[in-house]
């Protein structure tokens, strides 16, 4: 298992698309650093030929019918939008 | 109310009356529409009276007013997450849950407060309130579904709905004197929940007592094509099923695992658990000891799938589409990184950036693919048990409900507080924690009980055994 030095906090937080205030960084690099220490543990299982486990009961290909049904109207989709016009979403400008 | 001695209106005006009476201290509610549940329980006695005249059954849940946590959808309400990225958000379409609620004659009410983003074990981290523990008002309720738990205790609602992705309605009912089941995992649809972890999370009810629980399950369980993970098996009559069970006589086979009775468990607590296994043996059910030894690092898998997840969960909080858009934005990018730093508290950040770090390039093996295969084997330990015993039973919590502000600056003792709770989800098996006591200073003590995988009906008739030689129910805090 990697360092718990390893762990670069401004780099994380941006993959994350999270800004953190100077405060924050201090506080949660100490916080994360405890947590990263205490999950090391894991270090002592002997994993070896042990298949992974992403759900509970693994449900493979499910299906449904291609029937259309009515979907959110316009004026719900954009109910809790933070801003729009014209029936669409604002957005800052993205290309110049 | 089936005699006619009380309309669901009179009920629902007197919860209405209790909650403006006491929520002030206790905090439950971020909001609640009074007119719309009193307009509900009218159409209820409506339904009730046409049933009536046409002889046939109302739902099983008619008129019954059930609180639900602020983190499941309920169309034209208030959707939270008890967090400022959702503040004002307005669901646009009803959770499964809150549909069948509603077939079942149910009257949803309230938005009851949680954690933010149900990351927490005491409803400290809710961006609106701190809600207060009924039974001592200087102490936590648990969490995260800590609203749903205190509303019930207090009288505020008659059930509640939390969702439980690593103890949030096990240890919070635990804490408050409740009734708090989490279901096998795929038992109940999450269609309208907001995700925090989705291969942990489920929905489940608070109630005052097991037969309560079995009804709102039985209401809200079954497979549901808008929640793919939610699997195709029948939903039994679960109420029949114990009360068969309970004629049959079956004396079950319990086992207690070692590893949740050592350091760090509370002796009170320790000694009212102890009473009750031994309330069992007097019933005449056999009590064997089983081995769960990977017990240990369950936190560790937990704290690293379960972040893993909620980082890709909540990547959709953007500021694009709904929820928090910050404006000091430069551009499109500073958009994101601003509205998610001014929309999320410091435990979602936290834990938001753990997992995306545990994902991320040259650490995914080393932390989540390694902590899938811890899964697999704290998995196995329970399956193994499971050939000798019927059921596992153990403590809910540690620790009785504890002070405010007691654990809110250490994340890490925060997480160490859900250690009994968060095997069942990595294993996604049914719990349930049912009151066993009080400690010295008034304070309520959980059991939990462990099923085997979607077999509800056993686990509470197991709970329901116990309770019904208790008396824990009976009591009620002073407020």
Redesign the interface.
């Known amino acids: 298992m990697p360092k718990s030095e390893d762990f670069k906090l401004d780099h994380v937080a941006n993959l994350a698309r999270i800004d953190l205030t100077a405060e924050e960084k201090g506080r949660f690099a100490a916080q994360l650093g405890d947590v990263l220490a205490f999950i090391a543990q894991l270090n002592e299982v002997n994993v070896d030929g042990v298949e992974p486990t992403a759900h509970a009961f693994p449900v493979v290909n499910v299906w449904a019918d291609d029937v259309p049904e009515p979907g959110l109207s316009v004026e719900d989709a954009l109910r809790n939008a933070p801003e729009k016009r014209d029936n669409m979403f604002v957005v800052p400008k993205v290309v110049e | 109310m089936a005699a006619g001695e009380v309309s669901s209106l009179e009920l629902m005006a007197s919860v209405i009356a209790r909650t403006r009476a006491v929520d002030g201290r206790v905090q439950a509610f971020n909001s609640f529409d009074a007119e719309g549940a009193l307009a509900q329980a009218r159409a209820s006695d409506a339904r009730r009276a046409r049933a009536k005249a046409a002889g046939s059954p109302v739902g099983p849940l008619e008129g019954i007013p059930v609180g639900i946590k602020d983190v499941i959808s309920v169309a034209g309400q208030p959707l939270t997450a008890s967090s400022r990225m959702l503040k004002?958000?307005?669901s646009?379409?009803d959770a499964t849950v809150t549909r069948k609620l509603k077939e079942a004659g149910a009257i949803c009410w309230g938005r009851l407060n949680l954690d933010e983003f149900a990351m927490g074990s005491s409803t400290e981290n809710s961006a609106f309130r701190v809600t207060s523990n009924p039974w001592d008002l200087e102490r936590v309720p648990g969490g995260s579904s800590g609203g749903s738990a205190a509303a019930v205790a207090a009288g505020e609602a008659i059930a509640a709905l939390g969702s439980d992705t690593g103890g949030s309605i096990r240890q919070p009912a635990a804490l408050c004197n409740l009734v708090g089941l989490k279901p096998?995992?795929?038992r109940v649809s999450r269609y309208g929940l907001i995700a925090f972890a989705s291969?942990l999370d489920q929905i489940g009810p608070f109630a005052r007592s097991v037969e309560d629980a079995a009804l709102v399950l039985r209401a809200i369980a079954g497979h549901d094509?808008k929640d793919?993970?939610s699997?195709k098996m029948e939903v039994p009559d679960y109420l029949g099923g114990i009360e068969a069970l309970r004629r049959s006589g079956r004396p079950w086979k319990l086992g207690i695992p070692k590893e949740y009775f050592g350091e760090g468990l509370d002796p009170e607590i320790g000694a009212a658990v102890q009473g009750a296994i031994d309330a069992y043996r007097g019933m005449g059910c056999e009590i064997r000891e089983v081995s769960l030894p990977?017990t240990?690092?369950a936190?560790?898998?937990y704290?690293?799938i379960a972040t893993a997840e909620c980082?890709s969960n909540l990547?959709r909080f953007?500021?694009?589409?709904?929820?928090?858009?910050s404006k000091d934005?430069k551009?499109?990018?500073?958009?994101?990184?601003?509205s998610?730093?001014e929309g999320?508290g410091?435990e979602v950040?936290?834990r938001?950036?753990?997992g995306?770090?545990v994902l991320?390039s040259?650490?995914y093996d080393?932390?989540y693919?390694?902590?899938?295969?811890?899964?697999?084997?704290i998995?196995r330990d329970f399956l193994e048990a499971y050939k000798q015993v019927d059921a596992i039973v153990t403590p809910t919590s540690p620790t009785p409900a504890f002070k405010k502000g007691e654990k809110a600056a250490?994340?890490?003792a925060m997480?160490l507080s859900d250690i009994y709770t968060i095997g069942v989800n990595?294993?996604?098996?049914p719990g349930v924690s049912i009151p066993c006591g009080f400690t010295k200073g008034g304070l309520p003590i959980g059991l939990q009980v462990i099923g085997q995988?979607f077999k509800e009906t056993e686990l509470l008739a197991i709970a329901g055994a116990y309770e019904a030689g208790a008396d824990w129910l009976g009591r009620h805090p002073t407020l």
């Open positions: 004002d958000f307005v646009p379409y096998s995992y795929g291969s094509p793919s993970t699997l990977h240990r690092y936190i560790g898998a704290y690293i980082s990547a953007d500021g694009v589409r709904y929820g928090h858009r934005a551009d499109a990018l500073d958009l994101y990184f601003k998610r730093a999320f410091p950040k936290r938001i950036i753990l995306t770090y991320s040259g650490y080393a932390y693919l390694r902590a899938q295969k811890v899964r697999t084997l998995r250490d994340p890490l997480y990595l294993a996604g098996l995988p």
